[in-house]
């Protein structure tokens, strides 16, 4: 579907819609595109990717449409603790074998390699909390321009499946935003609020991988112009 959102999110004949629809305003066409994700989603990352070279392709066939992100994260492990969890042993468990680990990876690393990511899985010591990854990147698609969110997600992902970073450390979210050009005053009122705002942690839940919200069962989930 990703590789055709230039055809699928194509404005529609502006006859059939109605006055609310958000792809034309004053004979302008616009496109919005939901984003549900989890930063510890590999899939999200390719997903994410793909859809970048889908926009770019979108751009180049309507070069006077307005695109606009909205940027919904899903975390699918919530309760993981605010210091995170080690990886490799959790991982493990969630599979079942090291082989079904191997095999795994083997097939994000495949798909990674052709939109040119690097999947590191071995780098990866804390399988983190991400609330407040999360939350900043909501801050950031709020105050800082759609090239600068879009950036910070990009590092956010590379930072943990390429470099084995953890982004559940709020000092590691510092820098990352530093390195984005997010100016620091912004980015330390971002993180301060973020942190105050954070919900209670989520207690375990006996089924495993399920996302907190049940109308998104899955991610990447992408939503065009209100049409999944």
Same mark, same amino acid.
């Given at each position: 579907?990703?590789?055709?959102?230039?055809?699928?999110?194509? /404005?529609? #004949?502006?006859?059939? @819609?109605?006055? $609310?629809?958000?792809?034309?305003?004053?004979?302008?066409?616009?496109?919005? #595109?939901?984003?549900?994700?989890?930063?510890?989603?590999?899939?999200?990352?390719?997903?994410?990717?793909? @859809?970048?070279?889908?926009?770019?392709?979108?751009?180049?066939?309507?070069?006077? +449409?307005?695109?606009?992100?909205?940027?919904?994260?899903?975390?699918? *492990?919530?309760?993981?603790?605010? %210091? %995170? &969890?080690?990886?490799? /042993?959790?991982?493990?468990?969630?599979?079942?074998?090291?082989?079904?680990?191997?095999?795994?990876?083997?097939?994000?690393?495949?798909?990674?390699?052709?939109?040119?990511?690097?999947?590191?899985?071995?780098? #990866?010591?804390? *399988?983190?909390? &991400?609330? #407040? +990854?999360?939350?900043?990147?909501?801050?950031?698609?709020?105050?800082?321009?759609?090239?600068?969110?879009?950036?910070?997600?990009?590092?956010?992902?590379? +930072?943990?499946?390429?470099?084995?970073?953890?982004? %559940?450390?709020? $000092?590691? *979210?510092?820098?990352?935003?530093?390195?984005?050009?997010?100016?620091?005053?912004?980015? *330390?009122?971002? @993180?301060?609020?973020?942190?105050?705002? @954070?919900? /209670? /942690?989520?207690?375990?839940?006996?089924?495993?991988?399920?996302?907190?919200?049940?109308?998104?069962?899955?991610?990447? $989930?992408?939503?065009?112009?209100?049409?999944?």
């Amino acid at each position: 579907m990703l590789e055709a959102v230039a055809d699928l999110a194509q /404005p529609p #004949i502006t006859t059939n @819609l109605p006055a $609310h629809h958000p792809t034309v305003d004053g004979g302008k066409h616009r496109l919005n #595109i939901e984003v549900f994700f989890d930063l510890i989603c590999p899939w999200s990352w390719v997903g994410i990717r793909q @859809l970048a070279t889908a926009m770019h392709e979108f751009q180049r066939r309507h070069p006077a +449409a307005e695109i606009k992100i909205n940027w919904r994260p899903r975390p699918l *492990l919530p309760e993981v603790p605010p %210091g %995170g &969890t080690p990886y490799q /042993p959790f991982y493990l468990a969630q599979s079942g074998s090291p082989t079904a680990v191997a095999l795994r990876r083997s097939q994000v690393q495949h798909a990674g390699q052709a939109v040119g990511i690097a999947f590191d899985f071995k780098r #990866i010591r804390i *399988l983190p909390n &991400t609330a #407040i +990854a999360h939350g900043l990147i909501g801050h950031m698609a709020r105050q800082a321009s759609p090239l600068q969110t879009i950036g910070l997600v990009e590092r956010l992902f590379k +930072a943990f499946f390429s470099d084995g970073e953890n982004i %559940g450390d709020p $000092h590691v *979210l510092e820098r990352l935003g530093l390195e984005q050009g997010v100016g620091r005053p912004m980015l *330390l009122a971002c @993180l301060n609020d973020v942190r105050s705002h @954070l919900p /209670p /942690p989520t207690p375990e839940r006996p089924r495993r991988g399920r996302p907190v919200k049940e109308d998104v069962l899955s991610t990447p $989930h992408f939503v065009f112009n209100g049409a999944a």
